[in-house]
């Protein structure tokens, strides 16, 4: 009888899980459809047309991405549609990202329609405290036309007097100041001052000219300086003794150096007695020059770096004198640099590999092995050099992070983070991002974890990434090092001749697998091609192209991607470390970067890289290499594979049929 009680309630659970999974699929069927309607209808909404929404909206009214389509509607007619209709959506959806959105146009709509008053009360009650300088002018615009002066001349002033170009809304208010006769003098001239401290000399030069030709002059002379930094102190142009053009000799040094360390710090040694530099202006140049010289892998950096003195002489300037001392192969000098710096530099990875190293190349393992042998139980790019050079296991200490149902499940009916998936899911991710963002702000460190799970149940990486990292959580290598795209992953590598865990690297590095995020230097993708680079992979592999559109599909983003990559590892002769720094840099600056006459060990070489941004992507990318390489097949595959000698330039021209490339 207790046997069959048993087998009654187990069959009982079954049929209750049964009803449960059918219902949860039933409810999943009916959120596909409403999800690939919100995708058909979007792009009309967002051109202001309603009928592909009305078609829909039997399955678009109760779906928690209707205000989104709602507002952006009402974006797109905000020049036609009744105000009472956007004041309604507002006060019902006014805390939801999209009804921000729209309550930001709506402000600049009102303005543009010149209905002062409701733009000022809504200025009010939302922006006037955010320092938002399209709305803080328009506001003082307002204020011009409703003759309150003693508000708009100080809020006007604020806004003058920056050191940048303005918006143009702010032209209406600065005329105002003008016709005031409040430009006239000084306020242009603590202008014109803000302008050449930031180094906006055009701004400057176009502020001059409504003062006299003395100024007008000053403006010039820093752009000469800029322009042809040579010739300028070759002239030593309008030589006055004053420190303004003790300043613009600095500057022109500065740009000097950039292309000639060598031949500025001449120019310096020969402009330094005859004009008085003070000891902190002394110290800046010096400093500037030095770091040059070592970024332009000049023999004399490591002596010009430890003759720095005080604040010219600090964490950055440290590191290079070491960059400086191993591009020499002087080990002592590593030794002695590094022994130098404070504790808490000399505790970072990179320092103490190359403490161990150059102990161990001077003779001294019995010093250098236990320093290397704790960096190597260490999983990272340094933790990985440790081991190799040991040759010892890497550290790969994967731990899954146990899933807790219960709070999985609340998490998922959070409304925000509802909404962020679903906008993740119908291909609004950056919007996702932000929702998801703001969501899990005020999560505690566990349920941000199981947050982190959550996102990566729902295949959105990004954020399974970026909140573990948030958390420091990094021991779970799925969560951290997924594997999406897995089949087109892989045939895109091997039609490019190239290993498939090194494209995932170089995704990662480079976007976190996000499929429309766009850089600062106008890479877009997942893989992060610049538009003409796209363009020409594109041709190269006889694929479609259309423009950002092809860059934001995943799959042409990895086929161009990749096929780039083996470009790249062609042209410098299967150089895995010279072909990631040329995804990164550009193959132009990696070929300048080789060194003059001698092999390098790529150690230091990658080390030896000017741009930081690039150095630490190599890094991070070899890294990444050997991680995926673990997931994807359980074996180890060794950083110092990849290592091998960078040849001199010369060596490079002579072998390389592709060098000069596109």
């Not at 140049?285 to 003195?309: D, K, M, T, V, W």
């Amino acid at each position: 009888m207790g046997r069959l009680r048993k087998l009654r309630r187990h069959f009982a659970g079954v049929i209750v899980i049964c009803w449960l999974c059918s219902a949860c699929a039933q409810a999943e069927s009916v959120l596909d459809d409403r999800r690939a309607a919100f995708r058909a209808a979007w792009p009309a909404a967002e051109r202001g047309d309603w009928e592909p929404v009305a078609e829909r909206q039997s399955l678009l009214a109760d779906y928690v991405l209707w205000p989104d389509l709602k507002a952006a509607w009402l974006r797109a007619q905000l020049d036609t549609v009744d105000a009472s209709e956007v004041r309604a959506f507002l006060e019902q959806y006014g805390d939801l990202q999209p009804a921000r959105e729209l309550r930001y146009r709506f402000a600049l709509q009102l303005a543009a329609d010149g209905r002062w008053p409701e733009y000022v009360d809504l200025y009010e009650r939302h922006y006037r405290d955010l320092h938002v300088a399209r709305l803080d002018c328009l506001a003082a615009q307002a204020g011009i036309l409703s003759e309150r002066p003693d508000e708009v001349v100080e809020l006007a002033k604020s806004l003058w007097l920056v050191g940048r170009s303005q918006v143009e809304e702010c032209d209406p208010v600065f005329d105002y100041l003008r016709g005031a006769g409040l430009l006239e003098g000084e306020l242009t001239e603590r202008r014109f001052e803000l302008a050449i401290s930031a180094r906006q000399f055009s701004l400057a030069r176009y502020l001059a000219k409504s003062l006299d030709d003395a100024w007008l002059e000053r403006a010039n002379r820093w752009i000469e300086a800029g322009r042809d930094p040579l010739a300028f102190l070759s002239a030593d142009a309008g030589c006055n003794g004053s420190g303004e053009h003790r300043r613009q000799l600095l500057y022109a040094l500065e740009r000097l150096a950039d292309s000639d360390a060598r031949l500025a710090r001449e120019r310096w040694e020969q402009a330094r007695d005859a004009h008085g530099f003070l000891p902190a202006e002394t110290a800046k140049i010096a400093r500037y020059l030095a770091l040059s010289a070592a970024q332009q892998h000049l023999p004399e950096a490591f002596r010009l770096l430890g003759e720095l003195e005080g604040d010219a002489a600090d964490a950055y300037t440290r590191g290079w004198q070491v960059r400086a001392a191993l591009l020499a192969h002087a080990w002592e000098d590593v030794i002695a640099a590094i022994r130098a710096m404070p504790a808490d530099e000399r505790r970072a990875q990179e320092w103490r590999y190359w403490l161990g190293l150059a102990l161990r190349q001077s003779g001294r393992d019995s010093r250098g092995l236990p320093i290397l042998t704790a960096l190597a139980g260490e999983r990272s790019y340094f933790g990985f050099l440790a081991a190799d050079e040991l040759g010892t296991p890497y550290a790969f200490a994967h731990a899954t992070t146990p899933a807790v149902e219960d709070a999985l499940d609340e998490l998922g009916q959070i409304p925000a983070l509802v909404r962020a998936r679903e906008l993740f899911y119908v291909g609004l991710e950056s919007r996702g991002r932000s929702e998801w963002n703001d969501a899990v702000a005020g999560l505690d460190a566990g349920d941000k974890l199981q947050a982190a799970l959550l996102a990566h149940r729902w295949g959105w990486h990004s954020q399974a990434i970026a909140t573990v990292a948030d958390i420091g959580h990094y021991n779970d290598l799925e969560l951290r090092y997924p594997l999406p795209y897995a089949d087109t992953f892989r045939e895109a590598a091997e039609a490019a001749n190239i290993r498939g865990s090194w494209a995932y690297g170089v995704a990662r590095s480079e976007s976190l697998f996000m499929a429309d995020i766009r850089s600062h230097a106008g890479a877009v993708g997942l893989m992060q091609l610049m538009p003409a680079t796209g363009r020409r992979t594109a041709a190269q592999l006889d694929l479609p192209w259309s423009g950002i559109a092809t860059l934001t599909d995943p799959a042409s983003s990895i086929r161009l991607g990749t096929t780039y990559l083996g470009n790249m590892l062609e042209r410098f002769e299967s150089n895995v470390v010279l072909a990631t720094a040329a995804y990164n840099a550009g193959p132009e600056k990696v070929e300048e970067w080789l060194p003059a006459a001698q092999r390098l060990d790529a150690r230091i070489w990658i080390e030896n890289i000017p741009y930081t941004e690039t150095r630490e992507f190599v890094r991070r990318v070899l890294f990444s290499d050997a991680i995926f390489h673990w997931r994807l097949t359980g074996r180890t595959s060794r950083l110092s594979a990849a290592l091998d000698t960078v040849r001199p330039a010369a060596a490079t021209e002579e072998l390389s049929p592709s060098a000069g490339g596109s």
